[in-house]
């Protein structure tokens, strides 16, 4: 992940993330933001084809909307589901701080 980065605090309303990923299959990037309560921030997805030619990752930028009351701290999840066997199969995340 490029932007944002660990710890980093983000205001306005929209989440602007960029970064490479290389999928492990067709399904699309799951991208959550959740609160320590367990609530559900910012929710959004993002489809990317596999590399292609001297690329390992391929480049993705996705803008999610979120809403929040004061300072919250998130953990940014990304994960991709399997497309034959149920389950994730691939997981990372990183901690935030979403502001209003």
Avoid at 31 to 41: F, H, I, M, Y
């Amino acid at each position: 992940i490029r932007y944002p980065r660990e710890g980093q605090v983000i205001g306005g309303g929209d989440l602007l993330i960029s970064g490479l990923i290389r999928p492990v299959n067709d399904s699309p990037v799951i991208v959550e933001c959740t609160a320590k309560d367990g609530r559900l921030v910012a929710v959004g997805q993002v489809s990317v084809a596999p590399p292609s030619g001297p690329l390992s990752h391929t480049p993705f930028l996705l803008d999610i909307p979120y809403t929040v009351d004061g300072p919250t701290p998130v953990r940014l999840s990304f994960r991709q589901e399997g497309s034959r066997i149920p389950g994730t199969l691939a997981l990372t995340s990183l901690l935030i701080v979403l502001e209003p």
